[in-house]
């Protein structure tokens, strides 16, 4: 039996087409044509006053950590359920991050646990918009403002989300998107950094460009460029801008997919939510998503593990995802012992089911069809016992 992945890459439009072009025009090392036409695209959708395309979401990350001015003894809040990246980036700089609760409903921070956890020490927040679903943005930003912190939105995930009307990425202070193979949008590996305050855009293009002010350079500003501040090589592959360029101008077909795959994941598995045998993820109202992800939440860990190795013999590539930050060998050596329930408990228990453009019914069918029959017969040998 075939197996249906996790994950497929695929093509949607002329993404070959463009990168034959990019060969042509014989700028392939970076801030070529395409990768000024995918930041153009990002800044006109999103609405954002600049757009950095990276090689990485880790990249935009570390890029937004070092505009943060953080340092030894400073503190950076975030959820401890997110990729490492998130934390990593400002660990890279000397911070340490301030692990908070994620909410139940969401799996997004707990705002509402935000401001106990601030200190004299912190510099920054920076949430993560998970499945791309977003954040409470409108009382975190209040909350950050009041305390003079910045806001750095970790949008690996929520590439095409909107919060009340307005793009994820394009709240905070500073936001960094992915285009890694998982994600909605894909060029194999790639980011971008977007920049909401306009006071940061000089700097961000000098830290982007190896500590250089080769852009000022480039524009008449400067009469030669030289070695201003401490940077790294943060600019794409302009074959990577290339492929990634085919698949933004398909973003709304993309997106139309990526709908129906979740509303047929959503209605196929109502029934087994209305018997208490699963959670469905929740939308807020106020929040338009991107259908990033499918995931399901059963009653132990049990039971996620039996399901998931029912689901492999079936040879279905069903996964967990993340294991908390502040529980791993890192975690624990900069955080000390930290206790988060919600965090502990739902990441335990949560099934992120295969998710890709080109899945066609039937893979999703037997998907559907292996997590049914799997949960429902643990829980019958469960009844027995």
């Known amino acids: 039996m075939e197996t249906i992945p996790f994950n497929k890459p695929f093509i949607a439009g002329k993404e070959l087409y463009y990168i034959a072009q990019a060969v042509t025009m014989g700028n392939l090392s970076g801030d070529g044509y395409f990768t000024k036409k995918c930041a153009q695209i990002l ?173 000022r350079f480039f524009r008449g500003e400067v009469d030669k460029y030289t070695w201003v501040e401490v940077g790294s090589s943060y600019v794409p592959s302009e074959i990577c801008s290339a492929f990634l360029y085919g698949q933004l101008e398909e973003m709304e077909r993309i997106s139309q997919r990526r709908r129906q795959i979740y509303d047929e994941y959503a209605k196929q598995l109502q029934d087994l939510e209305s018997q208490g045998l699963i959670r469905l993820p929740w939308i807020p109202a106020n929040c338009d998503s991107n259908f990033h992800l499918f995931y399901v939440i059963v009653e132990s860990q049990a039971l996620r593990d039996a399901v998931l190795e029912q689901m492999r013999q079936d040879s279905v590539r069903a996964v967990f995802h993340y294991v908390p930050l502040h529980s791993s060998p890192k975690g624990r050596e900069l955080v000390g012992d930290v206790s988060l329930p919600v965090t502990e408990d739902l990441s335990s228990r949560l099934i992120r089911m295969p998710f890709y453009y080109a899945m066609t019914e039937e893979e999703q069918q037997r998907a559907i069809d292996s997590l049914t029959i799997a949960v429902v017969q643990f829980n019958a040998t469960a009844a027995i016992h």
């Not at 070092?66 to 990593?88: H, N, R, W």
């Not at 646990?113 to 004299?120: D, G, K």
């Open 43 to 215: 800044q006109e959708r999103f609405s954002v006053p600049k757009v950095l395309m990276t090689p990485s979401c880790t990249a935009s990350l570390e890029m937004a950590a070092q505009l943060c001015d953080v340092g030894p003894g400073d503190e950076v809040i975030m959820p401890s359920y997110t990729f490492v990246s998130t934390a990593s980036a400002f660990v890279r700089m000397g911070a340490t991050p301030v692990f908070v609760d994620i909410r139940p409903d969401t799996l997004n921070i707990d705002e509402t646990l935000i401001e106990a956890a601030i200190t004299p020490r912190t510099k920054a927040i920076c949430v993560v918009h998970y499945a791309g679903v977003a954040c409470e943005m409108d009382l975190i930003m209040e909350i950050a403002r009041r305390h003079k912190l910045r806001v750095v939105e970790d949008a690996a995930q929520g590439v095409n989300s909107w919060y009340n009307g307005r793009a994820l990425g394009a709240i905070g202070d500073l936001g960094c998107y992915s285009f890694h193979e998982t994600k909605n949008y894909i060029c194999g590996e790639g980011g971008a950094l977007c920049i909401n305050d306009p006071e940061l855009i000089q700097r961000a293009e000098i830290i982007r460009d190896k500590g250089t002010n080769r852009q």
